[in-house]
């Protein structure tokens, strides 16, 4: 599959003579040149031919990827820095002018599918010396695979299978955050080859990753530009981005004032730069790749983007999401700020910053204080959630303010309908936030029990997220799905007749159960208890643990909420209560823009 092809093997193979027609090896002349003549990204919607411009950050990332002395590149930038332009763009360098065995390993075996069908592909046939190699058999263009006549490109997911075939010159990984085991598996396929080569680009990872090793193993450089006032180098540091924090009388953000006040303040002579598109991108016209000091192992660099530095993000979008996640960390919501930390500053995030400790203490108060329904200080939701078992109910009754901060007012079992039903009235709790769990198998039951009474269905799900739209028609990924409805199976709508249309939600377990741990650490005052709560809730609420789980369809090892012996259901009612006061604005919804990496402009 690696045959050293030359122009000898032209003319007596006439199968490889339009592949020595269409390059010339070895190749002399500017990667970027070649680029710029030959390449275009037909899926962009705005940069559709390949240009320096563009993303100046990967111009020295593609010549080094050039060099033949380069073995590994490993790039740790933001999400949304255009890292498909890249993966895109040295794949036609290689089959035009590098040519070898080369692997893309992706999150998923569906994922590589998805990338080598939507995205890789056009681009291939789109690059006039490249389409020229393309194999016209058809069975030589698989779903995983190009079997061109002088290499192989292939992609696949990060699993045991994919990293143990045969060797491979070029390997690519791609969000290699999410696969520390198997890094070390798939740099072993190239066999100590000479001429292999590295790519690795990843937002940053938890700590501690392989990805700290690969990190310190290269040449580290950071993007930096000279102040246009006093000449001096700036590194791309967060704490040089500043904003005004504009409150109202009421202590709540005024997102536009603030958005207006963000600018860039030299560290050394206190320039201003403004947030305004032709700043942003004047700033990277002038940045550079700057080497820090520091021994590295020969033909290996490592190179750190932050979004500060991606001209097309909005200094202004990164504070305001900096701003909540710090909000959210005072609520003791860390997952927001590692989120930032992780996919925007690139930045490692140490985990044993949020190792939960299972001690819990009560608040100062009784249960029998709350019974009467009255209303706790600062009240703006109060909710009910209702686990469902054969022949009784566990029910979680807690009060929220738009701080954050809850009360917990009622928790018990249950058992009949009508007693939930006295309960539910007696704490004052409207229907709608009245929420039963139908991830079970009495959903039937559940939506005809929520149609009776307004009450609204949960199913728990294992996704780590669900796509919706926020208020201003961007796509966000949230812990919760839409809205949505799903007819009762026996009872009927007064009003039509027809079947009665329950209103449900799905939710993503295991990330609202990492916010419900978090808040069980804090504890009082901001997530409270009463002195006289049931011995079963600490034992339910002391019930789940993080454990690894191999997942049955991408093999991949994962951290999730797992049963222990115990009974875990009040847990359960727990996080309902969590992932309810997110879709109403008592807790942040954690929601996070979908980066299209194909939008390179604004
Ligand atoms: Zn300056």
Redesign the pocket.
């Known amino acids: 599959m690696d045959a050293t092809v030359t122009t000898d093997a032209a003319t007596t193979r006439p199968r490889l003579a339009g592949f020595a027609r269409g390059i010339h090896l070895p190749f002399q002349g500017d990667p970027l040149d070649w680029l710029e003549e030959h390449v275009q990204f037909p899926h962009s919607a705005r940069s559709t031919r390949f240009t320096r411009q563009q993303g100046p950050w990967w111009n020295d990332v593609i010549a080094q990827f050039s060099n033949p002395r380069t073995r590994q590149i490993y790039v740790r930038a933001c999400t949304g820095a255009g890292k498909s332009t890249l993966l895109e763009a040295l794949s036609t360098l290689i089959v035009a002018h590098d040519p070898g065995p080369s692997l893309f390993v992706t999150q998923t075996d569906q994922t590589a599918v998805d990338w080598m069908e939507q995205r890789l592909l056009p681009v291939l046939h789109g690059c006039q010396p490249v389409a020229a190699l393309m194999p016209s058999n058809r069975f030589k263009v698989r779903k995983d695979a190009i079997i061109f006549p002088h290499m192989a490109l292939m992609a696949g997911g990060a699993n045991v299978s994919n990293a143990q075939e045969k060797s491979v010159k070029h390997l690519f990984l791609d969000e290699a955050w999410t696969y520390s085991n198997l890094i070390g598996q798939f740099k072993a396929r190239h066999h100590d080859r000479f001429d292999r080569k590295t790519v690795i680009v990843s937002q940053a990872h938890e700590e501690p990753h392989q990805l700290d090793d690969e990190w310190d193993a290269g040449k580290r450089h950071y993007w930096a530009f000279d ?1 246009a ?4 180098l ?1 590194k791309p540091d967060w704490t040089n981005y500043k904003y005004d924090e504009v409150k109202n009388e009421h202590g709540e953000w005024q997102w536009g004032a603030l958005s207006a006040s963000v600018r860039h303040v ?1 560290p ?4 201003e730069t403004p947030d305004t598109t032709q700043a942003r991108r004047a700033l990277a016209d002038r940045s550079r790749w700057v080497a820090e000091d520091g021994d590295a192992m020969e033909g290996h660099v490592s190179y750190w983007l932050p979004a500060q530095c991606v001209w097309w993000i909005k200094w202004a979008d990164l504070v305001i999401s900096w701003v909540r996640a710090n909000d959210a960390k005072h609520l003791g919501l860390l997952e927001p700020l590692k989120d930032f930390k992780m996919k925007k500053l690139a930045q490692p995030w140490p985990k044993e910053l949020e190792l939960p400790s299972v001690e819990m203490e009560a608040a100062d108060y009784n249960a029998a204080d709350m019974e009467d329904g009255r209303a706790i200080t600062d009240e703006m939701i109060r909710l009910m959630t209702i686990d469902v078992q054969q022949d009784h109910y566990w029910a979680v009754i807690r009060a929220w303010t738009n701080s954050g901060t809850s009360r917990l007012l009622y928790c018990g079992r249950v058992l009949t309908l009508d007693k939930l039903r006295e309960i539910q009235t007696r704490y004052k709790v409207a229907d709608k936030k009245t929420c039963m769990d139908a991830g079970n198998s009495f959903h039937g039951v559940v939506y005809d029990r929520c149609a009776q009474y307004g009450w609204t269905a949960l199913i728990g799900r294992g996704e780590d997220w669900f796509s919706s739209k926020n208020k201003q028609g961007r796509t966000v990924r949230r812990l919760f799905s839409k809205p949505d409805y799903v007819p009762a199976p026996t009872t009927k709508s007064k009003q039509t007749g027809r079947s009665a249309m329950v209103l449900f939600f799905h939710w993503a377990s295991d990330p609202v159960k990492d916010v419900l741990a978090r808040l069980r650490t804090i504890g009082s005052p901001t997530w409270e208890f009463p002195h006289d709560v049931p011995r079963e809730y600490l034992l339910h609420l002391n019930s789940e643990r993080k454990r690894d789980v191999v997942d049955k369809i991408t093999k991949r090892t994962r951290k999730r909420w797992t049963k222990t012996h115990r009974p875990n259901h009040l847990w359960d009612c727990e996080a309902m209560q969590v992932v309810v006061a997110m879709m109403l604005g008592a807790l942040p919804d954690l929601s996070e823009d979908v980066v299209d990496e194909s939008a390179v402009t604004e």
């Open positions: 102040c006032a006093c000449g001096q700036i030299c050394h002579c206190e320039h």
